[in-house]
């Protein structure tokens, strides 16, 4: 099973970036995919979740901002973020897994620093 991230970058407060994470090895279309960040110094965060039916929930920090989708003809998830704040900055990951073990497979992680 492989989750690669990618997307990641510089931007500017206010800016906007478009994470993806390629899935190979699993079933993507029956997987709910989770977004998690860490931020130097603090715990990793659950940022965003999409469920297969494409139900999405998000994190109070980021709700109106952030934007997750999927297209399981690619076996891609998408996380679009927009009005990116400097509290943003952090590397980000990509994750699946199932029911019993949600945090099964994971990505390698994308850095995402905003900054003016």
């Known amino acids: 099973v492989q989750l690669q991230a990618s997307g990641g970058g510089l931007a500017q407060p206010g800016g906007s970036l478009r994470l993806s994470c390629l899935v190979s090895?699993?079933?993507?279309?029956?997987?709910?995919m989770r977004w998690h960040r860490q931020a130097p110094g603090k715990q990793r965060e659950l940022v965003a979740q999409?469920?297969?039916?494409?139900?999405?929930t998000y994190a109070d920090s980021v709700k109106g901002r952030f934007t997750t989708s999927r297209d399981n003809a690619k076996n891609t998830v998408f996380l679009q973020m927009d009005s990116l704040k400097p509290e943003d900055t952090a590397v980000y990951y990509c994750?699946?897994?199932?029911?019993?073990?949600?945090?099964?497979?994971w990505g390698q992680g994308t850095q995402v620093t905003v900054s003016s």
């Open positions: 999409i469920a297969p039916n494409d139900y999405a």
């Open positions: 994750n699946t897994g199932s029911s019993l073990d949600p945090n099964r497979y």
């Open positions: 090895g699993v079933t993507f279309k029956i997987r709910a």
